[in-house]
């Protein structure tokens, strides 16, 4: 399977684009192409390559819909287009392509850092290609040029009450931007639908942008951390994050937000985060509005929340049976957790059912920075004990660790103990992917999406007078 798609994807356009833009640009030292600029050279390109695959395939069917899937929560419905990123089951995630390793190794990096920059991903998610130093330096400074946010967006942060959750905080700051939505406007103005894209690119450069100094300003309003320090406008987007939530100095936990930034970003189009923002988009409602909404199902526990719910979870542990507590005072508090009728946080998943690379990725950064954290320690000892216990009870049918069973992890060790704020970081993240896609739908023409729902009764009508 994995080989096939990697077969199907070196067949695609963008492969032979990537190698095209490379030789094209590696002899030159001039000016390079912004992403906008090589953005609207791709999109023409793209509409003929989707009309060719419509006019060929547009009447084949993928195969029967079983009743199962419209009551089982729509899994493995092939109901959605996003080229970039694709999820394996055993192999995980590819961003265009390329798994999490091969990503590390070719995006470009910050000086002296070894994490992929995030600016460089973003790139590729939305181009197919890998870019240059120059344009990933490019785009850093173009979003610190973007950074600030309104001043009625900070009042509305500052007058949230601190028990107000950082992702209900964030999912309003970043709704409350559409105040400035150049779609939202442009829209107004009667922009024809054929330039939809740029306006919605504008948006989403300022919606990424803008995401730090929100994060920033709710870590520092909720949890009482002091001021904000201004955007440094020579450095790059996850340095100035780890600055505002006043984590700068620590050029570790910058290069661990490098990675962070990269591996949550996208994980297909059929999650809830990604899955709601391509699908408010479609209604034409701007950036700002679909990525709030994004953010809503982000927050909750069984997505984006999970990373929260680990580190209570391993907490709640810890106080029950102490630290450093063996395998089998493990192995209880697991069947506790089960027989009480709740889910093993961070273990599990929708399509994955191998380890999550991105869980894989978590744990070599922290072989290499933090291999005697206690808490590390714990996760790998439950990484031990948990996969065998999920198989006895019989129901999931991934028994092993998602992205985050891990994440939680790392940003406690460098002292980011709030876990209520985990889940705000990959909002941040996410941010990526869904803008990508969002700018991809636009510049295609993706139509306002309405499947067809069916009334149980409805259900067995159609199959009254037919065998099984
Ligand atoms: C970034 C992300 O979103 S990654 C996912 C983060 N979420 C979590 O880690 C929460 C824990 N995991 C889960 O709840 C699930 O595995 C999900 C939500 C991720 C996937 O759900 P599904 O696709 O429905 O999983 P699956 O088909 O394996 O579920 C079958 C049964 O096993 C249960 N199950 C699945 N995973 C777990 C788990 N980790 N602990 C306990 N039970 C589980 C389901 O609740 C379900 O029970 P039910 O039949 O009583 O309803
Ligand atoms: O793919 C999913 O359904 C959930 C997930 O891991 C993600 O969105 O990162």
Request: glycine share 8%; with cysteine.
């Amino acid at each position: 399977m994995a080989a096939s798609l990697r077969s199907v994807f070196s067949r695609s356009p963008f492969a032979a684009r990537t190698a095209f833009h490379s030789a094209r640009f590696s002899s030159t030292v001039s000016k390079q192409p912004t992403l906008k600029e090589r953005l609207s050279e791709l999109i023409p390109a793209e509409i003929e390559n989707v009309k060719r695959i419509r006019a060929e395939h547009g009447k084949k069917t993928f195969g029967p819909v079983a009743v199962d899937q419209l009551y089982g929560g729509m899994r493995g419905l092939p109901a959605l287009i996003w080229d970039g990123s694709v999820l394996d089951a055993e192999e995980g995630i590819r961003f265009r392509g390329k798994s999490i390793p091969e990503c590390q190794h070719l995006l470009p990096k910050a000086p002296g850092g070894s994490e992929p920059l995030p600016e460089g991903l973003f790139w590729l998610l939305v181009t197919g290609e890998i870019p240059t130093q120059q344009q990933v330096e490019e785009l850093s400074k173009d979003w610190a040029a973007r950074a600030a946010i309104p001043e009625f967006v900070e009042e509305i942060l500052d007058r949230c009450p601190p028990t107000l959750h950082p992702m209900s905080q964030f999912s309003l700051a970043v709704t409350a931007l559409n105040h400035d939505s150049a779609f939202a406007k442009a829209y107004q103005d009667g922009i024809s639908k054929k330039e939809y894209w740029s306006p919605t690119f504008e948006d989403c450069m300022d919606l990424i942008a803008k995401l730090p100094n929100i994060a920033g300003r709710i870590y520092r309003n909720v949890f009482g951390q002091g001021k904000l320090p201004a955007i440094d406008q020579a450095k790059d987007y996850s340095h100035n994050l780890a600055a505002l939530l006043g984590f700068g100095d620590n050029e570790a936990f910058v290069e661990l937000l490098r990675l962070y930034i990269t591996i949550h970003s996208d994980h297909e189009g059929g999650n809830v985060s990604a899955h709601t923002g391509k699908l408010v988009g479609s209604a034409l409602s701007d950036p700002f509005l679909a990525f709030g909404a994004s953010l809503n199902g982000l927050a909750g526990p069984l997505h984006g929340l999970a990373n929260q719910e680990v580190l209570i979870w391993l907490r709640k542990m810890q106080d029950k049976i102490g630290e450093n507590a063996s395998d089998e005072a493990v192995k209880d508090y697991v069947w506790s957790t089960l027989k009480g009728g709740q889910v093993v946080p961070g273990y599990g998943h929708a399509v994955l059912r191998k380890t999550d690379p991105r869980y894989t990725a978590q744990r070599e950064f922290a072989m290499k920075h933090l291999p005697d954290d206690p808490l590390f320690k714990l996760v790998g000892q439950i990484y031990n004990v948990v996969p065998d216990i999920l198989l006895q009870a019989g129901k999931a049918k991934n028994p092993w660790p998602n992205v985050d069973a891990h994440s939680g992890v790392l940003l406690t060790h460098y002292g980011l103990t709030q876990m209520q704020f985990y889940t705000v970081l990959f909002g941040v993240s996410r941010a990526f992917g869904v803008a990508a896609q969002l700018i991809w739908d636009r510049g295609l023409g993706a139509p306002l999406e309405r499947p067809k729902s069916y009334s149980s009764s409805a259900i067995e009508m159609m199959f009254k007078d037919k065998q099984a």
